[in-house]
């Protein structure tokens, strides 16, 4: 049986979100890993975009930053800043964006996302980079999102929210304003987490192999349906070889 | 008078376009295209009370911090990404409320600049709604009384005009004085030729009052003149010139060279405690009277160890860490 890290087995599941011929946001660090071995892969066809402008980038080496010229290579076009933002919000007429990808420091029941900072606002125990183009991304198109399972992490309220996920259920984002897109799944190095259709709140859907769902509820700060959860197909070994050649 | 030469030293353009109490706009984004040799300037002549406009700031915004220039950051951003991945200056002054700040996000703060570049008195978009940037504010209604360089309020909330239905947040125009850009090529009339990605450069160029641009090189006007649809600003917006070869240095700089990426490291571990960035400052900065020092301290080996190889517009196998 192939052997896998944490890491790698985060990487196939973020790569099993991109279907063949997705265009898909992505940020640096592993949705980069999960996307490039989606396009050495199972979707050849995938499109990249980067919040920097960088449209259909075609990385030869894991760039640092989505402003990184590794990504700049062989891509369609290198826009303004501006013109992504139009290109985010007008997306939605003819489903231009198919997927983006967030992370967060905690994470709520509903998907709400906080990348700003820990404790108050005004006097914050952690302050983090803030929003960066998750906010933008989290508006306007379906998300995964990639987190570090921890019971601090995934909680009950968030202490800031940066990025809008389902709001606080069914009707949330109406209230909000917001158009009917919302994070669609949670990748962790435990497992995958889904959103019900009806209530919108968050369900176990995936434990990786060797992760019980015990060991999930340990590090969940907060109640989540396990009656729907299965066991994650484990990687091939052909994905292994071509993930630990990208990596 | 525009075209007029522009060219001056960066000591010359910093003390006429940077003064205590403006706002500034730096372009670039988090580790590409960062005006590096111009932040250095600012600090070496000791400007205070700065009031900055981040955008995707990185290392350049941190600095300035760390070194004491200002007073108000307008943020969205800011990191050195893959090296440091919140900047610890910054950090450090929001946990200890020792600057004044603001929360945006990066698709609504370069939409702002676009406003200004466009000469717009505010800008409507659907972004942020319902997230906590509507409703927690950094800078209270009653402290921008006292900072006209800040817009009365964070933002507005409102309907649409024409479709009451529908919620908008309205977001003020940013008063930016001076706007600082590195491109490749200018010439001494100001007319910029820029390689790779633009990201807010031309919307702060524009927007602000005041531009400087820092170029690798200064060419002639007939070079850029022979095909002017590659050019992205005139001669009309500038107004002043700086010729600083590597003046992004360490971030990147597209068709010549790839980031620094120990320099990176090395920033990483200096931002980490008040101590280690003083000595920072006083080695890279203070330390080193202009461009032409710092790119002599840095080594000739080193420079093009990090040029760009042709065909990749990086340099591949680069030490990163």
Redesign the interface.
């Known amino acids: 049986m192939a052997q896998w890290t944490t890491k790698e087995m985060m990487a196939v599941a973020l790569a099993r979100q991109i279907n063949d011929g997705m265009t898909c946001i992505i940020g ?1 660090g592993l949705p980069l890993t999960g996307a490039s071995l989606a396009k050495n892969t199972t979707a050849p066809n995938a499109l990249l975009i980067f ?4 449209i259909d980038g075609n990385p ?2 894991l ?8 990504i ?2 062989n891509a369609s076009a ?5 013109r ?2 139009g290109f ?2 007008n997306s939605r007429k003819k489903n231009k964006i198919d997927l983006g990808f967030l992370g967060g420091a905690q994470i709520d029941p509903y998907g709400n996302l906080n990348s ?2 820990i404790g108050d ?16 991304i989290a ?1 306007n198109v379906n998300t995964v999102i990639i987190m570090q399972h921890q019971k601090r992490r995934f909680c009950e309220k968030v202490d ?5 996920g389902w ?1 606080d259920g069914p009707d949330g ?1 109406k209230k ?4 009917e897109v919302g994070p669609q799944v949670v990748v962790t190095e435990l497992g995958i987490m889904r959103f019900d259709e009806a209530t919108r709140r968050i369900y176990l859907a995936e434990y990786f192999p060797g992760i019980s769902i015990e060991q999930i509820m340990e590090n969940t700060g907060f109640e989540m349906d396990t009656s729907r959860a299965v066991e994650a197909e484990p990687p091939s070994d052909e994905i292994l070889a071509v993930l630990k050649r990208l990596m | 008078m525009n075209s007029a030469n522009k060219v001056m030293t960066m000591k010359e353009a910093i003390s006429k376009y940077v003064h205590d109490g403006d706002c500034l706009a730096f372009g670039g984004f988090v580790t590409n295209k960062k005006p590096y040799a111009a932040v250095r300037e600012i600090i070496r002549q000791g400007r205070k009370d700065l009031y900055i406009e981040g955008g995707p700031a990185g290392g350049d915004v941190d600095m300035l911090i760390g070194a004491g220039c200002v007073k108000v950051y307008l943020n969205s951003y800011i990191a050195n990404s893959g090296f440091t991945q919140v900047c610890r200056r910054f950090r450090k002054a929001v946990e200890e409320g020792t600057i004044l700040w603001e929360d945006y996000s990066l698709d609504v703060q370069p939409i702002m600049y676009h406003a200004a570049a466009l000469g717009l008195p505010y800008v409507p978009v659907k972004n942020m709604l319902g997230s906590s940037m509507i409703e927690k504010w950094g800078i209270s209604a009653e402290i921008r009384e006292k900072h006209p360089k800040l817009a009365s309020r964070k933002l507005i909330v409102t309907n649409n005009p024409f479709n009451p239905d529908e919620q908008v947040c309205l977001l003020p125009t940013p008063k930016i004085d001076t706007a600082i850009i590195h491109v490749q090529r200018a010439c001494f009339d100001g007319t910029c030729r820029i390689d790779g990605n633009v990201f807010v450069d031309i919307d702060i160029a524009m927007g602000a009052t005041n531009c400087i641009i820092t170029c690798e090189e200064l060419v002639s006007d007939e070079e850029l003149r022979k095909e002017p649809w590659l050019n992205q600003l005139p001669n009309l917006v500038p107004d002043a010139v700086v010729h600083v070869p590597f003046g992004a240095h360490p971030s990147q700089c597209t068709n010549y060279y790839d980031y620094d990426g120990a320099f990176f490291v090395m920033y990483d571990n200096a931002s980490r405690t008040d101590e280690a960035f003083k000595e920072y400052l006083d080695e890279w900065v203070y330390g080193l009277e202009d461009n032409d020092a710092y790119i002599n301290k840095l080594g000739a080996a080193r420079l093009s160890n990090l040029h760009v190889k042709p065909g990749f517009g990086y340099v591949p196998g680069l030490k990163r860490r």
Do not use: C, I
């Not at chain 1, 760039?63 to 010229?69: A, G, N």
């Not at chain 1, 606002?121 to 933008?136: D, E, I, L, V």
């Not at chain 1, 800031?160 to 809008?164: L, Q, R």
């Open positions: 640096t919040e920097s402008g960088m030869l080496e760039p640092t930053s989505v402003s990184d010229l590794r700049a290579r290198l826009w303004p800043q501006y992504y933002f985010q919000g700003t900072s606002y005004m006097h914050p125990k952690s302050r983090f980079t803030g929003s960066g183009g998750a906010n933008g508006t800031y929210v940066t990025s809008v709001g984002r909000l304003g917001l158009p």
